[in-house]
């Protein structure tokens, strides 16, 4: 492995927001985000800055970002912490202690290198760490047309749950909810 696994740190702003307006000009973006390029380019530096600080590991929220040997940042994946009685999530309120991941992106010349799969080991890793309470399962959507990412869910043991939901800005348009349920342990 040619890279490292690690959560953003509050002061890291720069390096979140640059990442983020590439993501923004992926041509997968307009099927992977819930933001635009236009949107995001126009935030405010202090935007930038709490988002860093918000992410830097938390309580509610982390993001993780996988950095090359020579300290590049090459991708990036973002855990929130949705629990019952919380703030609604992306599809209302939790019913259950879950994780949801989110901001998933990684450059296009590190796709298939398995730096998509170690960033969503270490999500997967920091949500079942969780203990107060205990998550009982990791969800994520994906936006219909966006085969090349629900293919790779699949493949990190993500399944489909049944939840549909419209897009707000075009209510024809879906995202799928999949999610893995907690293992539990051998007796």
């Given at each position: 492995?040619?890279?490292?696994?690690r959560?953003v740190?509050?002061?890291?702003?720069r390096?979140?927001r640059?990442l983020?307006?590439?993501?923004?000009?992926?041509?997968a973006?307009?099927v992977?985000?819930?933001?635009t390029?236009?949107?995001?380019v126009?935030?405010?530096?202090?935007f930038w800055q709490?988002?860093a600080?918000?992410?830097?590991?938390g309580?509610?929220v982390i993001a993780?970002?996988?950095?090359g040997?020579?300290?590049?940042?090459i991708?990036?994946?973002?855990?929130?912490?949705e629990?019952?009685?919380?703030?609604g999530?992306?599809?209302?309120?939790?019913?259950?202690p879950?994780?949801?991941?989110?901001?998933v992106y990684?450059?296009?010349?590190h796709r298939?290198?398995?730096v998509?799969r170690?960033?969503f080991?270490a999500a997967l890793?920091?949500?079942?760490?969780l203990?107060?309470p205990?998550?009982e399962r990791v969800r994520l959507?994906v936006h219909?047309q966006?085969?090349r990412?629900?293919?790779?869910?699949r493949?990190m043991?993500?399944e489909?749950?049944?939840?549909?939901?419209?897009?707000?800005?075009?209510p024809a348009?879906?995202?799928?909810?999949l999610?893995?349920?907690?293992?539990?342990?051998a007796?």
């Open positions: 492995m040619d890279h490292t696994i959560s740190l509050a002061d890291e702003w390096q979140v640059e983020r307006l590439e993501a923004l000009q992926d041509p973006a307009p992977a985000f819930l933001d390029y236009d949107q995001a126009a935030r405010p530096d202090s709490q988002r600080a918000d992410n830097a590991e309580e509610a993780f970002v996988a950095e040997p020579d300290g590049a940042w991708g990036t994946a973002t855990v929130l912490v629990l019952p009685g919380g703030e999530g992306f599809a209302g309120e939790a019913a259950v879950q994780t949801h991941i989110v901001g990684v450059r296009p010349e298939a290198t398995g998509s170690a960033l080991e890793e920091w949500s079942w760490a203990t107060e205990p998550v959507f219909e966006n085969d990412a629900r293919a790779f869910y493949k043991g993500f489909p749950t049944g939840l549909t939901l419209a897009l707000p800005d075009d348009q879906k995202e799928y909810e999610a893995i349920v907690r293992p539990r342990p007796v």
